[in-house]
């Protein structure tokens, strides 16, 4: 009893779930040594990869989760992006392309936010096409998220490929997206959206 109180208390003073990590009974296991980012990460459009490269893993529009809205596009990939903005009102509009454009990792079995970074407008190219955004490195793990602005609105189960054989591997993570409308691009026509076409996951040799 004793010692339940004190690991209660360790864990209250340092911010930790000692309680859990101690405690394999609660069915999460022992909890894993987790890499967290210590600052957050400020990203712009990224060099271009060789989508076909081995071990590359792609996330397409069926694995895309959250509040967005699959429409059709010309200019993605496959023809068809996920929209943060389509049927929100007017006034949820401003106030979604006010903010700047966040996203983070999150582990879910032991609720850990691994990274949280953003998108400067002032670095968004200004021709309102598709471009992969750089969103950090990570291990998977069988429920690791990709979460992208308010509310999460554009998320992606980065877990769907974790492989228990090569529990090690690291990737960077990548993102399509297209920001378009006056409130990105200086006297835009187009109607203010933020689209995400794909997620690369990019393995990281050792």
Excluded at 98 to 109: A, L, Q, S, V
Excluded at 177 to 196: E, T
Aim: aromatic share 12%.
């Amino acid at each position: 009893m004793v010692r339940r109180v004190f690991i209660t208390i360790c864990a209250t003073i340092f911010g930790i779930n000692a309680l859990s990590a101690a405690a394999p009974e609660n069915g999460k296991g022992k909890m894993p040594n987790f890499k967290i980012a210590k600052t957050q990460l400020s990203t712009s459009p990224a060099a271009k990869f060789d989508q076909a490269a081995p071990g590359i893993r792609l996330f397409n529009i069926d694995d895309i989760r959250g509040g967005g809205v699959r429409i059709k596009d010309a200019d993605a990939p496959e023809g068809t992006a996920i929209s943060h903005a389509e049927k929100k009102t007017e006034a949820q509009r401003v106030d979604l392309h006010k903010r700047t454009f966040t996203f983070g990792i999150y582990e879910k079995t032991w609720k850990k936010m691994l990274q949280v970074g953003y998108v400067l407008k002032n670095r968004l190219p200004q021709d309102e096409k598709y471009h992969w955004y750089y969103m950090g490195n990570t291990v998977l793990y069988p429920q690791l998220v990709l979460w992208m602005h308010q509310n999460w609105g554009l998320s992606v189960e980065l877990g769907k490929y974790y492989d228990a054989a090569v529990p090690d591997q690291e990737y960077k993570i990548y993102g399509l997206l297209k920001f378009q409308g006056p409130g990105y691009v200086k006297d835009s026509k187009q109607p203010g959206d933020i689209r995400l076409a794909q997620i690369a996951l990019v393995p990281i040799k050792k």
